[in-house]
């Protein structure tokens, strides 16, 4: 024993934790690199990469940036001006209030991965390097120089973990990877943020417009990408560089201005979203939005059940197919038993009012029930629901919904003359089906962001989020614990509901294969959880960007064929991996996963 | 009961908050609680004390709702306990927990306010309409909230996270909180374990400062001192049955209070197999009420 502790302490004192880079360059020489290496890689991007057109995004002329040179241009950009804060530059400052050099660290690795990778993309395409014209030669050089060069700058190193001379190989190993990882954590570590100055409310609110206008900007980009290496070259962009930003603390730094503005920022991202439709010539993307915002809808009504409530539900999508057929059967429909039409207003009550029903009939049995039993419970009720209404069709029960083939022909609402079939002109923007669907479904939308909100800041929320962190005490502070939850059951239920009533006339059809657990498509049970879960339980962003993401990667990453599901799967299980508290974590779940991280003393509002 | 009118100290003895008649606790052929008496009354403070394995906690668990007695009855201010622990804390008894079971993930004022919650009424449609009401009972909540925070001590510390707090002010924090549903009595279990001698003196402060308040108060604790110093009558339950009960001079001069806690032999002495057989009885008896609150290991 003597011996060994002697080793050690020698090894940990041969140790110098003197903040040093990854790679041996100077400093100040590295600090240059990286900077004059993003800034090189700007000016690439107007250059050709390549001879031919044949690459998708025209990547051929002089002077005009395209395709996936447009994301390195944004990269190169991100790199050279955390690059120029770094040096003290006046103004660019309040970008970094976390320090700059883990953000240029990553804003350059994006870059790199991003260039190289389209470098490699034409190379493969077309078939050799030959294809290469000189601008893809000098991006490469470039953010390859920037890359070296923000490697150069030097960290806090971590001390080691010192070896047991018992150690089995195979222990080794495990430790030679434990160090190298907390190497690389270290690498990438920011420091903590300096206070923000203090800065006029208009100026904030400016901050939010722009915060705002970029969110806008990034997902209508993502939205519209044509080909696949577009899509995947936005999303190591986005990756990286939301990473960079966090790193910087600006991330942290406008949410905590929009924590201060909570109005201002629904409003705003209110505004921008309503402003998608207008960005967009082609109907086909009005599309995608108007589902994405069915499916973010939906799973932020189960958030309520889940992130506030901590109910585990499995089958919620449920409820989604309650609301839609309930609209669908009076909406007039040639397929449906009832012969009845009834006004928008008057289904989308009834829609969520039978929806909030069928949650009080399944929430009363189940909700005695506690954790896993619960899920299990839920589950089989959501097949109870697919599987009835699959046999209600006139020869294995009573003819109700039609059976396999649904309630078809749903017409299409006309809300005060205002045909959402027909397509109209707005300020000289036309506005078609799906777009006007999107409009209307954004109100739906707004009423659910609404009630999220004032429900979970008041007593009956502060009794749900008592109940999630410890039913025992709750339940002896008074509250009634089953009553609590059934409340939270029925208004998820009835959120669904309403998102239902809006979808059934968008698909125009509703069959029961779209209300099952698990499918390709979303939403359905599972990935309405997923998207919770990614998105980040308890608060409202989170599940809406969750929600974005999983239905833009299927459906953009179609090129993966077969394996779509299971790269999908992969990425789920690495992020829960290494995010278990989501995207765009609550403060109170963050604490849960990451007991060892320094819990900020005082909560903010801004996380929740 | 035992002729035990002698309090010391404030004689501010009013009206019976408390009154358990002949509470027996049975899991399946196991008595853990045999026939205790036991009356509370207004301004008092009474102490609960016995070996481990006695049946402390099942009794208190007796008080709370979380067990419904056998045999007997416990009535608060005349009306006897509902079976569920949330009415018995809308009746007006709070508990505090043996170990602290605060919501560690909400801030210390909230916490306080979900104290509030058989005080206020506001349902769902108040929170998503937002009516003057709302607005009026949800600053009526946090006011009083604060009044609690500042009485116990912790109003500097509201916006922090429970979890964040040092170990005395989590025990602090879970009085306050269940000083916030305005009971008439307060269960305190063991409020003091894991504690230093000057936290337990500032425990033996604020519970003094309680049942000034008008708020009678029955402690479990193991810390003799505490008890004695702090109680107007102590109890003492062994095996289930309440072995004496009277001040404190009365209590450290009984014989049999000293033979249990010493282990000298006497007549009906626990036996460790008998203590045991307790506690895996009362073990047993939670794992079946798994919907019921009881389950100390729960999500």
């Known amino acids: ?608 | 009961m035992t002729t035990d009118t002698t309090t010391k100290g404030t004689t501010a003895t009013g009206e019976t908050v408390l009154d358990a008649r002949g509470v027996t606790m049975r899991f399946g052929g196991l008595t853990a609680v045999r026939n205790v008496n036991l009356t509370v009354n207004s301004g008092e403070i009474v102490g609960l004390i016995g070996p481990n394995g006695a049946g402390k906690t099942t009794f208190f668990n007796c008080l709370t709702g979380l067990y419904i007695p056998t045999e007997g009855e416990v009535r608060y201010k005349d009306q006897v306990l509902p079976p569920k622990s949330f009415k018995v804390t809308a009746a007006g008894i709070a508990r505090t927990f043996q170990n602290i079971r605060l919501f560690a993930n909400m801030t210390v004022l909230e916490n306080v306010l979900v104290g509030r919650h058989t005080r206020t009424k506001e349902g769902l449609w108040s929170a998503l309409l937002r009516g003057p009401g709302f607005h009026k009972a949800e600053a009526a909540s946090r006011e009083r909230a604060m009044e609690l925070l500042e009485f116990v001590g912790l109003d500097a510390k509201a916006e922090h996270l429970a979890r964040n707090l040092p170990y005395g002010e989590q025990r602090k924090l879970e009085i306050a909180r269940a000083l916030a549903s305005e009971p008439g009595l307060l269960l305190l279990d063991e409020p003091t374990a894991g504690m230093n001698p000057q936290e337990t003196r500032a425990t033996e402060e604020l519970v003094f400062a309680i049942r000034d308040k008008g708020i009678a108060v029955l402690v479990i604790e193991h810390d003799m001192r505490f008890i004695f110093n702090l109680c107007d009558r102590v109890a003492v339950l062994v095996q289930g049955e309440k072995l004496v009960e009277g001040d404190s001079a009365t209590v450290q001069g009984d014989e049999r209070v000293v033979a249990a806690y010493l282990g000298e032999p006497f007549e009906d002495a626990p036996g460790k197999e008998e203590i045991a057989e307790v506690e895996a009885a009362e073990a047993n008896a939670d794992a079946p009420t798994d919907a019921a609150p009881g389950k100390e290991n729960d999500r």
């Open chain 1, 1 to 608: 024993m003597t011996t060994q502790t002697t080793t050690s302490t020698a090894a940990a004192a041969k140790h110098d934790t003197t903040p040093r880079g990854a790679i041996n360059i100077p400093e100040n020489i590295g600090r240059a690199l990286a900077t004059g290496g993003g800034a090189l890689a700007v000016i690439s991007t107007f250059l050709a990469w390549t001879w031919t057109a044949a690459f998708p995004g025209n990547l051929t002329v002089y002077g005009y940036p395209g395709g996936l040179q447009v994301l390195v241009l944004i990269g190169g950009a991100l790199t050279t001006l955390f690059g120029l804060a770094s040096y003290g530059i006046k103004g660019l400052g309040w970008l970094t209030p976390a320090g700059s050099d883990s953000a240029i660290k990553l804003a350059a690795l994006g870059t790199f991965v991003t260039a190289w990778y389209t470098i490699l993309a034409i190379s493969i395409q077309l078939g050799g390097l030959v294809n290469l014209e000189p601008g893809g030669y000098i991006v490469a050089v470039a953010t390859l120089v920037a890359l070296l060069g923000a490697l150069a700058l030097p960290f806090e190193r971590p001390v080691p973990e010192i070896a047991d001379p018992e150690d089995t190989p195979w222990e080794e190993f495990l430790l030679a990877g434990r160090n190298s990882r907390s190497l690389v954590k270290a690498c990438f570590a920011s420091g903590t943020a300096t206070p923000a100055r203090t800065i006029p409310a208009y100026a904030e609110i400016l901050v939010i417009v722009a915060a705002m206008a970029l969110g806008l900007t990034v997902f209508t980009y993502g939205i519209g990408t044509e080909y696949d290496e577009l899509f995947v070259g936005f999303l190591i962009t986005a990756g990286f560089g939301f990473a960079a930003l966090a790193k910087a603390g600006l991330v942290g730094r406008v949410s905590a201005i929009t924590g201060k503005h909570r109005n201002v920022t629904m409003i705003g991202a209110f505004v921008a979203a309503a402003a998608f439709p207008f960005t967009q010539t082609d109907d086909q993307y009005a599309t995608i939005g108007v589902y994405i915002l069915i499916f973010a809808t939906v799973a932020l009504g189960l958030n309520i059940v889940v992130g506030l409530a901590g109910l585990l539900d499995l089958g919620y999508v449920a409820f989604l197919g309650v609301g839609a057929y309930t609209a669908a059967m009076v909406s007039g429909s040639p397929s449906s038993p009832f012969d009845i039409h009834l006004p928008f207003w008057a289904s989308a009550i009834l829609g969520a009012v039978v929806a909030m029903i069928f949650g009080v009939i399944i929430g009363a049995p189940t909700l005695r029930l506690r954790g896993d039993y619960l899920a299990i419970v839920t589950l089989g009720f959501g097949e109870i629901f697919r599987i009835s209404v699959l046999n209600m069709d006139g020869t294995s029960g009573p003819d109700i919904t039609n059976g396999s083939n649904g309630i078809s022909s749903i017409p299409n609402l006309n809300i005060f003359g205002f045909d959402f079939g027909q397509e109209h002109t707005i300020a000289g923007f036309t506005i078609a089906r799906f777009a006007n669907y999107f409009f209307l479904m954004l109100l739906i939308t707004l009423v659910v962001v609404v009630v999220f909100r004032r429900s979970s800041d008041s007593r009956i929320g502060r009794a749900w989020i008592a109940i999630r962190e410890d039913e025992t005490a709750a339940l002896a502070m008074g509250i009634n614990g089953f009553r609590v939850k059934l409340i939270a059951f029925a208004l998820g239920a009835a959120l669904a509901g309403l998102a239902g009533t809006v979808q059934a006339h968008v698909t125009y059809t509703v069959t029961p294969e779209q209300y099952q657990f698990a499918h390709v498509v979303p939403p359905n049970s599972a990935f309405l959880l997923a998207a919770v879960v990614l998105g980040g339980m308890g608060t409202i962003s989170g599940p809406l960007v969750g929600a974005a993401l999983l239905y833009l990667i299927p459906a953009k990453l179609q090129f993966l064929g077969d394996y779509q599901l299971f790269a999908f799967g992969m990425a789920l299980v690495i992020l829960m991996r290494f995010r278990p508290e989501g995207l765009i974590p609550n403060r109170r779940r963050q604490l849960e996963f990451h007991e060892e991280a320094e819990a900020p003393t005082v909560l903010s509002k801004a996380g929740a």
